[in-house]
């Protein structure tokens, strides 16, 4: 059995209202060539397919094209969705995909029907973005974690394999201890959303991760366990980041075999930090740059500093997607911003004991959490 596991395609990303779907085409025809040459049987497609939940119709061609594609190998996919794409618009699309061999599991479910993907003698079990909303709402205990929660699920899922000789977990969340790129959606990377891996059931032959976009193994997991990461850098925090997907091969009587495969960056992004003095000599270096640059510089004269950015926007183009400005007086604010209030759930916590000199009860983290997600929802 040869699986082909991909994740976090995002397409419609905009990086300071430059399309990314270049560069998420050129990811997916790699991907289409590797299927072919390597006579892959199935791909997995691990979440976040789009980056906004009403996808714009570019990056619906784009999605659908690329189906037509593996529908003309005659390889099947299994899709699952993320915490970037609807559940309603995955379900609105799931009977005409699957025309072309695109099986979508939309939602998280516990109908073996709409959990579990079949295919000869593997078995993958599916756990679509598992929102804190759709647990609650089908788990009557509101005392436990959501940690506890997914931990659960993923046991019962587990627990529908049985009988298959090849189990496989595709699943779009985040796991305790996975290192990430800053570029998810901070609300769902905290660790109110932290499953622990050893939570997880043994007898897994492979699991297929999306949500983390940075490429890595779970190391805490006694079975091959893998974010293959975004399929594109997705913007300059991940600099000098490489890309891949992966390439499984599963085999009766010996342990699976996983080959990395290192994608072609079509824009690969550079960050430049420069002394104001410093950027005319480095303006024949930009140039050469054959993707996408931002540009920070330290002000030393912010009387010239205007005259500096117009001519480095004329000589360097369209290639240059950002310029800013970095002051001693800004650079000071940012020292002062605490690290404990890195992202909206631990500064609510700073804001509630503040006010109440308390520590946040667990109901009130619930329900922000449910509007954070509604809010990321509708974004």
């Known amino acids: 059995m040869r699986i082909v596991h991909i994740a ?15 560069d998420l085409v050129y990811a997916l025809e790699q991907v289409i060539s590797f299927i072919r040459d390597s006579k892959a049987d199935l791909l997995l497609i691990a979440g976040d397919v ?72 593997l078995g993958i079990a599916c756990l679509p973005y598992p929102s804190e909303r759709k ?40 796991l305790a201890g996975s ?19 050893e939570s997880f059931p043994e007898g897994f032959d492979y699991v297929a ?9 779970i190391e805490a997991l006694p079975y091959p366990a893998y974010y ?3 399929m594109f850098q997705i913007d300059f925090s991940e600099e ?14 010996s342990p699976p075999k996983v080959e990395s495969v290192e994608l072609d960056l079509k824009n690969p992004l550079k960050h430049f930090v420069l002394d104001q003095k410093d950027v005319l000599k480095e303006i024949p270096n930009m140039k050469l740059w054959h993707g996408y640059i931002k540009v920070s510089i330290k002000v030393e004269a912010p009387d010239k500093i205007a005259l500096l950015v117009d001519k480095l926007r004329k000589e360097v183009g369209s290639k240059m997607l950002k310029v800013e400005q970095i002051r001693s007086k800004m650079d000071a604010v940012r020292k002062r911003i605490p690290s404990s209030v890195s992202d909206p759930l631990s500064l609510y916590k700073e804001f509630y004991k503040v006010r109440h000199g308390t520590n946040m009860p667990q109901e009130v983290e619930r329900i922000f959490i449910d509007l954070l997600e509604e809010a990321s929802s509708q974004s």
Do not use: W
């Not at 709402?137 to 506890?148: L, V």
């Open 8 to 22: 976090d395609l995002h397409a419609g990303k905009t990086l300071n209202k430059v399309s990314r779907n270049e």
């Open 50 to 121: 789009f980056d906004k939940p009403n996808p714009d119709n570019e990056s619906k061609q784009l999605i659908f094209e690329f189906f037509l594609k593996l529908k003309d190998l005659r390889v099947p996919a299994v899709l699952i969705a993320g915490n970037h794409d609807s559940y309603d618009f995955m379900r609105s699309i799931k009977s005409i995909s699957s025309l072309a061999g695109i099986h979508i599991f939309d939602r998280p479910s516990s109908s073996k029907s709409e959990c579990v993907f079949e295919f000869n003698d």
């Open 135 to 174: 647990l609650t709402s089908t788990d009557e205990d509101a005392t436990k974690t959501y940690a506890q929660k997914v931990s659960e699920f993923i046991k019962y899922l587990r627990q529908m394999l049985e009988g298959y000789k090849f189990k496989v977990l595709l699943a779009h969340l985040f």
């Open 179 to 197: 290192k990430i790129s800053n570029t998810e959606r901070e609300a769902t990377v905290t660790n109110y959303f932290a499953v622990p891996p």
């Open 209 to 217: 991760l999306g949500h983390v976009h940075r490429f890595q193994r």
């Open 228 to 230: 293959t990461g975004s």
């Open 240 to 253: 000098g980041q490489k890309k891949f997907f992966n390439f499984v091969e599963l085999k009766e009587g």
